[in-house]
């Protein structure tokens, strides 16, 4: 049997557009004084909130999320089908250590700073084909967790490049229903296009922005040509943490795939800090970042009506500790759903 | 020519012309400033360095005697300062003028010692605490000795 609901190479368009019931999301300290700080809807004191290690801040802030979501929703834990989660630490301990106190089936993903768009990609998937009725897709990032991991102790007093992103702390959680049995003007997913897994050779782990904007270009490329979209089709084409550098290069390589999007391209990773204000370098990054914006920010605005449709690009630098110490390059990749404000519809 | 080799021929020209895009549109590292402030930086460290001898001479420590509770001195506030969580800010501002006196060593050393201290007192602090400064005893020892050698050999 042909895949009905696949279009062109790498997209999905969903039968009935799967609804965003809720959205939550936690922040910490440093977002909670950013440009964005009324969107958030729990914001940590500090960066250790009162548990014994950072690691469990992490996975509080995850579970957090989740619940929160979930009252907004007006749903129970016996409603949901499944959680979808992911974060970047290995073995996805803040998903899977999360998941343990949620008691929900957990279906772990890693697709580094790309998972939110990922899991709620899978999670309308699952609910469009008939596998679930309700699913929570949710992701999680901590500064100092990802920092002990990836790079160098926190207070390790190495100087960091221009070009260098500082990692979100925050988690975010989008509760997605099956469209049907919610009615009236909701976001609702209408397209997932996974992406490619893209290098070109980008070696330095302080520069994310430039090894992931290859793969968010080619996503993003695709996703317009699969569906022979115009370039207009999007209130707002968003990129999950490419930051300053990052979203520059992007801008250029749509344009040279003649996709010229202007100010309806914009970063997470920017949004998300004040860079003249806040000391982030070049922006934002990580899980979290993109998550926060998107279940806070960008919720608020499909709520007020100012937003109609959105392409969310999640990106993800897939590199360990270990491969960047080999010498290896950049692997990175893209996943894009696309959000409409719509009701529910039957779409052939 | 074979089509993989071609292929590979055309990836590579891909990654050259993509090299050549994130080069122009990578923010630059401030080298002038970055080499200024190191220096003054340094310097200033140094100087302190400097005055602490002078000190411990003056307490009456013989000259040639003087350095070793100078360096101490030196730690001891590295490390006060970056427990405090101060010392990160000194060397993202500093940078190599941070790092390349004692103090850097120091830095090194305590950071990843309160780093890994949730992972216990041996597996955690024992193991990790020279994960950073390693390198810099391994090679500063080898070099050492290699310089001891050709002292030995060429006198």
């Known amino acids: 049997m042909p895949a009905r609901r696949k279009s062109g190479r790498q997209t999905v368009t969903f039968s009935r557009p799967v609804a965003v019931v809720s959205a939550a999301c936690c922040a910490g300290p440093l977002e909670g004084e950013g440009p964005l700080r009324g969107s958030f809807d729990i914001v940590y004191p500090d960066m250790l909130n009162g548990e014994k290690s950072w690691e469990v801040t992490e996975r509080t802030m995850l579970k957090d999320a989740v619940l929160c979501a979930l009252g907004k929703g007006n749903l129970s834990r016996d409603n949901i089908d499944y959680l979808l989660a992911g974060d970047l630490l290995n073995q996805c301990i803040s998903a899977s250590f999360a998941a343990r106190d949620l008691s929900l089936p957990f279906l772990g993903l890693y697709g580094a700073c790309s998972t939110m768009a990922e899991s709620a990609g899978l999670g309308a998937m699952l609910i469009d084909g008939g596998f679930a009725q309700y699913n929570v897709a949710a992701v999680s990032s901590h500064y100092a967790t990802s920092e002990r991991q990836y790079r160098f102790p926190t207070e390790y007093g190495g100087q960091r490049p221009p070009y260098s992103q500082y990692t979100v702390t925050g988690a975010g959680a989008l509760l997605l229903g099956h469209g049907p049995s919610f009615q009236g003007l909701l976001p609702r997913l209408t397209h997932f296009t996974a992406g490619q897994v893209i290098d070109l050779g980008q070696k330095d782990p302080f520069d994310m922005g430039s090894a992931m904007a290859p793969a968010a270009a080619d996503t993003i490329l695709r996703h317009f040509s699969d569906l022979s979209l115009p370039p207009d089709h999007y209130d707002l084409v968003l990129t999950g943490d490419l930051a300053l550098v990052g979203h520059s290069i992007v801008e250029e390589l749509l344009y040279e795939g003649n996709l010229v999007l202007k100010d309806r391209l914009q970063d997470c990773g920017l949004l998300v800090f004040d860079r003249t204000q806040q000391n982030v370098f070049a922006g934002g990054s990580g899980c979290g970042c993109s998550a926060v914006v998107l279940c806070g920010h960008i919720m608020e605005l499909f709520k007020q009506a100012k937003l109609n449709r959105l392409l969310f690009v999640g990106t993800g630098a897939l590199l360990s500790p270990t491969t960047f110490q080999q010498g290896e390059s950049i692997p990175c990749v893209a996943h894009a759903i696309a959000l409409e404000l719509c009701d529910d519809r039957f779409v052939e | ?155």
């Open chain 2, 1 to 155: 020519m074979s089509k993989q080799s071609k292929a590979a021929q055309r990836q590579q020209k891909q990654q050259k012309d993509y090299q050549k895009l994130v080069a122009r549109k990578r923010t630059k590292i401030p080298l002038f400033r970055n080499i200024v402030v190191a220096f003054l930086v340094g310097g200033f460290i140094s100087v302190v360095g400097q005055a602490l001898m002078f000190l411990f001479v003056h307490l009456g420590y013989p000259e040639e005697q003087a350095g070793d509770p100078t360096v101490a001195t030196l730690i001891l506030i590295a490390s006060l300062l970056t427990g405090l969580g101060v010392w990160d800010v000194i060397g993202q501002f500093a940078g190599a003028g941070a790092g390349v006196p004692v103090t850097g060593f120091a830095n090194s050393i305590v950071s990843s010692a309160l780093e890994f201290k949730r992972e216990g007192l041996v597996l955690g602090v024992g193991a990790r605490m020279f994960q950073l400064a390693g390198p810099i005893i391994v090679y500063g020892a080898v070099t050492a000795f290699v310089v001891g050698v050709a002292h030995a050999v060429f006198r």
